[in-house]
C-alpha cells in the first residue's frame, strides 16, 4: 500500500551555468538555521573543488538538506554545463520536484532548455524561480514569457505549464510572489516548495528498493552511494541485493555497513531510513550508478536510464619528454593508469580504455571541459603526462555510412562580430539555422555545427568578438559526417636543438611570430616554442648565442627588446596543438612538442602519411 511521507520534500536545483543557483542554495541553507548566527560562511558554499571555486561552475551535484518548519527539504544543486549533463540527468531520478533557476535579464538559455526538458521527460512538478531580479537590466515580465514559450516548445503537459512563478535576489537573499511585493527573505520560496513539490511516497511495508543515483568517493571509507529509498526502509546491518536494470545477470548479496542522511552540510549516522529519505551507503565496494539495492527475497530492479556516451576522445600517454620526471611526483605508467581507473569510481560519463600501447590510455568525455578539469586536476595532485589532440567519437549506420556528433550552438553577439563569427563557423563545417536581433544591438545565432569543428574555437571566438560573445553549446545526436576540417592556419615554430632559451635566440625567433617562452627556459629539440605567422612549420635555434669577438660584447644584448612571451591557459593549449603534437603536462610547465621529435623522422612521417 503506497503512502506519502509528508515531512519530507526532495528537490533538485536546475538551471543554465551561472544563473545563480549556487548562490540561492547558500541562501537557503543559512536562513533555515543551519548556521550559528556569528559563524563565519563562504560564498558558494556547495562548490567544494578548488576548480569549482576558482571557475564559478559546478561540476559535480551536491547533496544538502534543510529543515523548515519540521519538514525536511533534500536540496541537490546540480551542475549546470552542458559537459556535466550525465549528472543532471540521474540526480532527477531522486527527486520529486524541481525549482528552475533562471536569469532576469539573461532568460532561457540552450542549458536552460536541457535541463528543463529532463525534467518534463520525468514528468517532474516545476517551480520557476526568476532570480537576479535586483540587476538594473532585469526584464521578470519577459523572461516569464520566453520560459511559457519554452515550456510550450518542449510540449509540457497542462498541469506542468501551471507552475508557479517566484522572483528572487540570491544574492540579497529574498524572493518575493508577485513583482509589487515588498522582498523580505526566502519564506515564500520555502512555502512553494512545501506547497507545490508532492512529498514522495512508496510501500513502507514492502521489500526494500533503492535506486542508486550518484557515487561519491573516499580516501577512507572508498565507494560510498547516494539514492532515496522508492520502497520499504533501510537498515545498518541489513543484508541486501544489488541488481541492474541494464545487467539481467546482476545479483550480488552485500551487508549495508554505515548509513547516513544529509543535515545542512554534514553527513550524519543514521540506523534506519525509510521512504522518500536520500541517504548515502557506505561500505559496499563494488556499487556503481544504477544499481537497485533491494531485500533478499524479492530482488526487483529499479528502471534506470543509460548514461549518455561520450562523444569525444584524448589519449593520455606517459610523458617521454628528454626533461620527463623532474617535475612530477607521479610518471610511470602505473601511476596513471591507476590514476584514471580510479576517476572512473565517480565520474559516469568517463571511459578508459587500454590501447595496445601500456604507456597509452584512451580518455572519453563528453566534451573539452569535462577533459580539461580531469587533466587540471591531476596535475596539481603531481602528475605528469603528455595527452593528445582531443577527437570526436564517430560511429556507422546500419549501411555503413560514417556518422559524427553533431551540436547545436547558440551564439549571442554585438551586431558588428557576427560577420565575423558566421564566417569563421562557415569554414569549420558549421549551417547557419536561425538569426534574430534583439533591441540591445546584439545577434543570437544558431548554428548546427560538427562537434570537431568547435574544438580550438572558443580561444579564436573570445579574440574575434572582443571577449563580448557569449558561446553555448549543446549535443544534437549524430549526423552524416560533413568533410574534412582545416583546424589550425598557422604552423609552429619548433625548437632545433636542446639546451636554454636565450635572449639573442628568441630576438630573432620572435619575427617569425608569437613566442609562448621567455628566456631561461629549458627548451628540447623538437618543442613547440611559439606560433609561425605562417602556415609552414619552422625550425629555429633559440638557444642560439651571439659568438663573441673584440668588437662584439655580451652586454650588447641587453638593448635586445623581447615582445613578452604568450603563455597558454591549459584550455588553450588544448586547442593549439594540432594532431601531430602533444602537450606535456607537468605540476609546473605545460610544454607542446611535436609527436614525433626527430625531424629526420618527422619529414618521413609526414611524406609517408
Known sequence: MKTKREDIRNIAIIAHVDHGKTTLVDELLKQSGVFRANQEVATRIMDSGDIERERGITILSKNTAVNYNGTKINIIDTPGHADFGGEVERVLKMVNGVVLVVDAFEGAMPQTKFVLKKALELNLPV????????????????????????????????????????????????????????????????????????????????????????????????????????????????????????????????????????????????????????????????????????SVDNPTPIPFQKISEPTIAMNFIVNDSPLAGKEGKFVTSRHLRDRLFKELNTDVSLRVEETDSTDCFKVSGRGELHLSILIENMRREGFEFAVSKAEVLYKKDENGALLEPMEKAIIDVPEEFAGTVIEKLGTRKGELTNMSMSGTGSSRLEFSIPARGLIGYRGEFMTDTKGNGILNTLFDGYGEYKGDIQYRKQGSLIAFESGEAVTYGLFNAQERGTLFIGPGEAVYAGMVVGQNGKTDDIELNVCKKKQLTNTRSSSADEALRLTPPRILSLEQALEFIDTDELLEVTPKSLRIRKKILDPTMRMRAKRNS
Open 127 to 294: 517551480i520557476v524561480c526568476i532570480n537576479k531580479i535586483d540587476r538594473p537590466e532585469a526584464r521578470p515580465a519577459e523572461v516569464i514569457d520566453e520560459i511559457l514559450e519554452l515550456f510550450i516548445e518542449l510540449d509540457a503537459s497542462d498541469d506542468q505549464l501551471d507552475c508557479p512563478f517566484v522572483y528572487a535576489s540570491a544574492k540579497e537573499g529574498v524572493a518575493i510572489l508577485e513583482l509589487d511585493d515588498t522582498p523580505e527573505n526566502m519564506t515564500p520560496l520555502f512555502e512553494t516548495i512545501i506547497d507545490y513539490i508532492p512529498a514522495p511516497e512508496g510501500d513502507p511495508e514492502a521489500g526494500t528498493q533503492l535506486l542508486i543515483s550518484t557515487i561519491d568517493y573516499n580516501e577512507y571509507v572508498g565507494r560510498i552511494g547516494v539514492g532515496k529509498v522508492d520502497n520499504g526502509s533501510i537498515k545498518v546491518n541489513q543484508e541486501v541485493v544489488i541488481v541492474n536494470a541494464h545487467e539481467p545477470d546482476k545479483k550480488k548479496k552485500v551487508k549495508v555497513s554505515k548509513l547516513y542522511e544529509f543535515e545542512g552540510l554534514k553527513k550524519v549516522e543514521v540506523t534506519e531510513a525509510g521512504i522518500g529519505s536520500i541517504v548515502a551507503i557506505s561500505g559496499i565496494t563494488d556499487i556503481h550508478i544504477g544499481d537497485t539495492l533491494c
